[in-house]
Nanobody, 126 residues
Framework: VQVVESGGGSVQAGGSLRLSCVAN????????MGWFREVPGKEREGVAA???????EYRDSVKGRFTISQGSAKNTLYLQMDNLKPEDSAMYYC?????????????????????WGQGTQVTVSS
């Protein structure tokens, strides 16, 4: 599986960006994909996740501002980021392959994923 992100960039606070991701070779029937972000010196944190028959999950700090969605092809993923804040600045990673077992999942947990992209940088200036 090869995961490729795109769409990062630099914006001013209050602006918007849309990240895109394609997970080539990802064909899991119970799809499960997510977005994570990381800043130097801190752990990679879950931002949003989406899985088959599951409501999307978001970390509290992005609720109401970010929207995760799936493309027509189930191996594509998007993250619409609105009203961006300087604290959203980070390297954003797309991930695929988390597990959904008996309806339970941990979509925002880094260790649940086994396929990762190289990341795309998002910088928000005040």
């Amino acid at each position: 599986v090869q995961v490729v992100e795109s769409g990062g960039g630099s914006v001013q606070a209050g602006g918007s960006l849309r990240l895109s991701c394609v997970a080539n070779g990802y064909t899991a029937m119970n799809y499960c994909m997510g977005w994570f972000r990381e800043v130097p010196g801190k752990e990679r944190e879950g931002v949003a996740a989406i899985g088959m028959n599951k409501n999307p999950e978001y970390r509290d700090s992005v609720k109401g501002r970010f929207t995760i969605s799936q493309g027509s092809a189930k191996n594509t993923l998007y993250l619409q980021m609105d009203n961006l804040k300087p604290e959203d600045s980070a390297m954003y990673y797309c991930a695929a392959g988390c597990r959904i077992v008996s309806g339970t999942w941990f979509g925002l947990t880094r260790l649940e994923y086994n396929h990762w992209g190289q990341g795309t940088q998002v910088t928000v200036s005040s």
